[in-house]
């Protein structure tokens, strides 16, 4: 909510005003999706499965856009878009054959504590192992969209030295890796979360304090990821094409920056 706030002006001029596109829709749906699940989620009319599948369905989103800033930052190449788009699908995919595992595996069992009675999550089967393998394949998603979006910028950087140009297209990648390398370092940190979970020494005991509280500080971070920095990945780029027009009569040499349909420069041949 705090960063919603601060991010409302920018969010108002940036998105509600401009004309509407697929990655307008991806923004409001993950901002204001992500709002009302935090809000529920305090409140606890969040489930377990509810959570779960939330965060599949969020971090399906987030690919979308990673695709489009990739596909637009490799100049709109089919063959990188069909081999990005293969290897969403195939995580992605096995995501939801997983998490529909670990559904149906997962089952209410009643205890009572002090008179009282109390409702817990009964794992069975290969639960831990299941988990760390979604985990592992959004490492492999997210590591490579990384990598490749490096790899991509350092050769344009390259290329602009050797020509000693910079200005618009330069700025643009700077502002697409800002937001791409703060959005994996939280992913990062999440994944240290998820990983020091599946060890011996909290798995034995899920209901212990310390490991409430762990998974408590997971779940956070994945909400700071997924519904905070995520929207910034379209946010910052629109900012920076806002600016680009506002202060300089070189943003007409530009057709159209990220999500504003589509990332294409149109600059001189070199690059």
Request: proline share 0%.
């Amino acid at each position: 909510m705090y960063d919603w706030v601060l991010t409302l002006g920018q969010e108002v001029e940036l998105i509600w005003r401009q004309r509407w596109s697929l990655m307008t829709l991806l923004y409001l749906s993950v901002r204001y999706g992500g709002i009302g699940y935090v809000v529920m989620y305090m409140l606890g009319l969040i489930t377990y499965d509810a959570s779960n599948w939330t965060s599949v369905i969020a971090n399906a989103m987030l690919g979308v856009i990673m695709i489009a800033r990739l596909h637009a930052m490799y100049q709109r190449s089919r063959k990188v878009l069909i081999f990005i788009v293969v290897i969403f699908l195939a995580t992605k995919i096995a995501d939801v054959v997983i998490l529909a595992i670990l559904t149906m595996q997962i089952s209410g069992v009643e205890y009572i504590l002090s008179g009282t009675y109390q409702c817990m999550l009964d794992y069975a089967g290969d639960f831990i192992f299941l988990d760390s393998m979604t985990s592992m394949l959004d490492t492999v998603w997210e590591v490579l969209t990384l990598c490749l979006a490096v790899w991509i910028a350092v050769k344009h950087f390259r290329e602009l030295r050797q020509h000693s140009t910079s200005g618009i297209i330069g700025d643009c990648f700077t502002v697409l890796m800002k937001t791409h390398v703060s959005y994996f370092a939280s992913f990062l940190a999440v994944s240290c979360f998820q990983y020091s979970l599946f060890s011996s020494t909290f798995s034995t005991d899920m209901y212990s304090l310390d490991t409430q509280i762990y998974i408590g500080l997971s779940q956070i971070l994945q909400m700071v990821r997924m519904f905070v920095l995520g929207p910034r990945l379209i946010l910052g780029v629109r900012e920076y094409h806002a600016e680009l027009v506002a202060n300089s009569d070189t943003a007409s040499a530009m057709t159209s920056i990220v999500f504003e349909e589509r990332v294409h420069v149109s600059t001189s041949s070199s690059v």
